[in-house]
């Protein structure tokens, strides 16, 4: 399905639903889910932690996963240590200001990643770079690496050890994917940790 949008035409209700249309039929999503929980599994077994990162909305999408861990998502259970990266504006701020904007995820991760953790990039495009970068230093540290992106994949799909490739089209969409399929993985994870035997 063509989820391109006219940004300078009008569309109702009924047509912007239809974007939607079978976005989360695609069986390619199982696999990609799979591979990604029993990484998150390993890690957690293991005493380690996961960070997640993103720009924008998906910085957002970060922060809502990794809370999930860290808190709780439906089960009442030990807490699981996960941490957004995009939270401390000293840190974003500093770093940004000190060594360009590309490095304010890649510098948290060369500080906190340890081998067998898992470093999570969001991006809708898979190319940004300070994503890109980020995801590179990770591989470096000896950490698990795993993309959320779309439109193929792009640069991130190629360094992540496991991806999970979204639609093609605008970043809402994608994102409504990502947000779902990480619920899911939350899910999955917490009844793979907690509830079997």
Request: with cysteine; glycine share 12%; charged share 20%.
């Amino acid at each position: 399905m063509d989820r391109t949008v006219d940004i300078n035409g009008t569309r109702g209700f009924r047509e912007i639903l239809a974007d939607r249309k079978g976005l989360l039929d695609e069986p390619r999503y199982e696999a990609q889910v799979h591979a990604i929980v029993a990484a998150l599994v390993r890690c957690y077994r293991a005493g380690g932690k996961s960070l997640w990162f993103g720009n924008g909305g998906s910085a957002a999408d970060a922060q809502h996963i990794a809370a999930e861990f860290t808190g709780r998502f439906l089960r009442e259970r030990p807490a699981l240590a996960a941490e957004s990266l995009a939270c401390n504006p000293s840190a974003v701020t500093a770093i940004g200001n000190d060594y360009g904007y590309e490095r304010v995820f890649a510098r948290q991760v060369e500080a906190f990643a340890r081998p067998g953790d898992v470093v999570v990039g969001i991006t809708t495009s898979g190319t940004s770079s300070n994503v890109v970068l980020a995801l590179e230093a990770g591989k470096k540290a000896g950490a698990v690496t795993i993309a959320f992106t779309g439109n193929g994949g792009g640069k991130v799909a190629q360094i992540a050890d496991h991806s999970l490739i979204g639609p093609d089209g605008y970043s809402a969409i994608i994102q409504e994917v990502h947000i779902t399929m990480g619920h899911i993985i939350c899910d999955l994870v917490e009844q793979e940790l907690f509830l079997t035997p």
